[in-house]
């Protein structure tokens, strides 16, 4: 009797294993999630990027892989480096959001926008520190004191 229970449970544990995942029921998914970092403020970010510039995002270059998820690359033209220091003109692995969000922070800026980028320095260039706190507008071209109340959206 007590075999049978423990054989009952532990069917209904590996098909509770095997049901519990993302997507169809018996279909096995993968998807990466990444638990980022969240920065209080812009200057809580600031602090922790490598570098901070202050600019525009002017198109597409291109895109890359990030932790097996696809990522875009931006090109952004810089007015100012407010933190570190780089090129006029520099290319952005914007990361990914994960959890099968494939939005990215950096689409919803309009050519010539003025924005202030969060970065950190890799081998293979710049790319943003966390996908929600990447990028922001520059009210005016200053660096703004909170992050946008839609920041999440």
Do not use: H
């Not at 423990?6 to 018996?26: I, Q, R, W």
């Not at 998807?31 to 809580?44: G, H, K, L, M, R």
């Not at 090109?75 to 407010?82: K, N, R």
């Not at 780089?86 to 003025?114: N, T, Y």
């Amino acid at each position: 009797m007590l075999r049978r229970g423990l054989a009952a449970t532990a069917l209904v544990g590996a098909l509770a294993v095997t049901f519990s995942g993302c997507g169809v029921p018996g279909v096995v998914t993968s998807q990466s999630c990444i638990d980022w970092v969240y920065f209080e403020t812009p200057a809580d970010a600031a602090a922790e990027a490598s570098a901070v510039a202050l600019g525009s995002v002017t198109g597409q270059s291109g895109s890359t892989q990030y932790e097996g998820m696809a990522a875009n690359i931006w090109t952004v033209e810089v007015v100012e480096w407010l933190k570190g220091g780089g090129g006029d003109s520099i290319d952005v692995v914007s990361l990914p959001r994960s959890c099968g969000d494939s939005s990215d922070s950096m689409a919803q800026f309009e050519l010539d926008d003025s924005v202030v980028l969060f970065l950190r320095s890799t081998g293979n260039g710049w790319e943003g520190i966390t996908p929600w706190q990447q990028v922001t507008a520059a009210e005016d071209g200053t660096f703004p004191e909170a992050w946008p109340d839609d920041l999440y959206d």
